[in-house]
């Protein structure tokens, strides 16, 4: 079991962009309730398959495990739930891996970024292009988002 600590955030402006591709992914989801989260993911020809706790002060119990590309192909098909398409960029700043998700289809035009860290009170050094904290809003988790696209939100929630 691993644990998984780590702050989200809405991103602002170009200046996390880099020479670097991102990686493009797509996401499904068996299970998105209080308690726990169950996804599938392909990345980059890899795929795994990710149970997740409910977050507790920026944690969660996080278990990943990779699976055989066919099987997570199979698995995206029995996703009622829904899917999220995104790419992700890693930035390396201060020791630290950001993370920035700039996401597709009916999620296009949210980005944002997390920044895994090794205890909640960690302290970061926030990048200027870093925007409002999101980590406590449960609708930027990527399980709402496959239910609940951000194109369908209220003008008056997308940030």
């Given at each position: 079991?691993?644990?998984?600590?780590?702050?989200?955030?809405?991103?602002?402006?170009?200046?996390?962009?880099?020479?670097?591709?991102g990686i493009p992914?797509?996401?499904?989801?068996?299970?998105?309730?209080?308690?726990?989260?169950?996804?599938?993911?392909?990345?980059?020809?890899?795929?795994?398959?990710?149970?997740?706790?409910?977050?507790?002060?920026?944690?969660?119990?996080?278990?990943?495990?990779?699976?055989?590309?066919?099987?997570?192909?199979?698995i995206l098909s029995?996703?009622?739930?829904?899917?999220?398409?995104?790419?992700?960029?890693?930035?390396?700043?201060?020791?630290?891996?950001?993370?920035?998700?700039?996401?597709?289809?009916?999620?296009?035009?949210l980005l944002l970024?997390?920044?895994?860290?090794?205890?909640?009170?960690?302290?970061?050094?926030?990048?200027?292009?870093?925007?409002?904290?999101?980590?406590?809003?449960?609708?930027?988790?990527?399980?709402?988002?496959?239910?609940?696209?951000?194109?369908?939100?209220?003008?008056?929630?997308?940030?």
């Amino acid at each position: 079991m691993g644990l998984e600590i780590e702050r989200k955030f809405l991103v602002i402006g170009e200046g996390w962009r880099s020479e670097h591709p991102g990686i493009p992914m797509i996401q499904g989801y068996l299970l998105a309730s209080t308690q726990a989260t169950i996804r599938v993911r392909i990345a980059h020809q890899q795929a795994y398959l990710t149970l997740k706790s409910k977050v507790e002060h920026l944690t969660r119990q996080e278990f990943e495990y990779a699976i055989p590309l066919e099987d997570a192909q199979a698995i995206l098909s029995l996703c009622d739930l829904g899917v999220v398409s995104k790419t992700r960029y890693k930035i390396a700043l201060d020791d630290l891996v950001w993370e920035v998700d700039e996401f597709a289809s009916a999620n296009q035009g949210l980005l944002l970024a997390e920044v895994e860290l090794s205890s909640p009170d960690q302290s970061v050094s926030l990048p200027d292009w870093i925007g409002e904290e999101v980590s406590y809003d449960p609708r930027y988790f990527n399980s709402y988002l496959a239910q609940h696209p951000y194109s369908t939100w209220p003008p008056v929630c997308q940030s």
